[in-house]
């Protein structure tokens, strides 16, 4: 169920700067700008059509990559809690972001977000080529999460913040981006396990398989 009609592989990721005047656990709740947003569209012939979901990555050079999406659900499954636990298997919302593609022995993280906060970080060149994050003896993105309504519709929300620190690590490199640089990267909406297993796409994937970089769209930050 591959809506080409709608597939954007063009995603602007708008620089911001860090507002002191919010707490250290709070400067990250930023306004849902849907003008500013990517949307899963590209649903898998395997499973069913998956809720409306959404999100934005914005370039923070005080502290990284802030990554937010959100989901139109009121009982999304979420049985797990703990750093990479099988979150797929719950409702979950995906990014795999590649700062560098200039740089492929490095390859992308991947953050996976179920309801709870729980999440799989992992860094690689594919699937069975990557470490988790805490296996390389780095600290784990910490993951919020809210419910909220939108015109009486419940949804959730995930939010993660990837951290400069974490991917000058990763990359070996400092982490200096200017405008116009150019990203690679995909979003993800799964459900394994859920009543209606659903696995949906920003940009289309071949099979079966989110861990395929060569279905990765631009990400230019701007």
Known sequence: MVNSSMVESVYKVSTRHFNKALSEDMW????????????????????????????QLFYYPERGFLLTMWCQENHPRAL?????????????????????????????ISVEMNANGASHC?????????????????????????????NGVDYWRASTVIENSLLSELYQRPISIAAGHMMKGNFYKCGDYTRQPHWGSWVPVRKLDFHDPECFGDLIVT
């Open 28 to 55: 990250w709740e930023i306004p849902l700008e849907l003008d500013s947003s990517f949307q899963i569209t590209n649903w898998r012939d395997e499973g069913e059509v998956g809720p409306d979901t959404f999100g």
């Open 80 to 108: 797990y809690h703990n750093p990479n636990d099988p979150v797929h298997t719950d409702s979950c919302m995906e990014c795999f972001l590649n700062i560098f593609p200039d740089r492929p022995e490095y390859g992308y």
């Open 122 to 150: 992992s860094f690689g060149t594919g699937r069975y080529t990557r470490q988790f994050i805490l296996q390389r003896g780095l600290p784990h993105p910490e993951v919020y999460t809210e419910k909220f309504q939108i």
